[in-house]
Nanobody, 116 residues
Framework: QVQLVESGGGLVQAGDSLRLSCAAS????????VGWFRQAPGKEPEFVAA????????NYADSVKGRFTITRDNSKNTVYLQLNSLTPEDTAVYYC?????????WGQGTQVTVSS
């Protein structure tokens, strides 16, 4: 049974930082590219960041470039998203997604709330 479990969300103030984790089980994690997405209340889901299976390549949405960093530790089956310089516009539920060929898995999400 494949599971992706996000953690690390919370309530912070503008300018603060958080580190989100996405822990995977039940799959050969090193085969999967992983992305983070978010959905704010009343808005469509949006791409945030992604990392290749080896971690050598990353990609970011323009809105988070320079503030967020995605990394992975395949020995721990975990992907991280470091969120710095948070703003109220970053408030959303953050989801991780693992993909390999036709395999596509999602976590349950973790809430990030940034107060002004």
């Amino acid at each position: 049974q494949v599971q992706l479990v996000e953690s690390g969300g919370g309530l912070v103030q503008a300018g603060d930082s958080l580190r989100l984790s996405c822990a995977a089980s039940g799959l050969t994690f090193s085969r999967y590219a992983v992305g983070w997405f978010r959905q704010a209340p009343g808005k469509e889901p949006e791409f945030v960041a992604a990392i290749t299976m080896t971690g050598r390549s990353t990609n970011y949405a323009d809105s988070v470039k320079g503030r967020f960093t995605i990394t992975r530790d395949n020995s721990k089956n975990t992907v991280y998203l470091q969120l710095n310089s948070l703003t109220p516009e970053d408030t959303a539920v953050y989801y991780c997604n693992a993909r390999w060929l036709v395999n596509d898995y999602w976590g349950q999400g973790t809430q990030v709330t940034v107060s002004s």
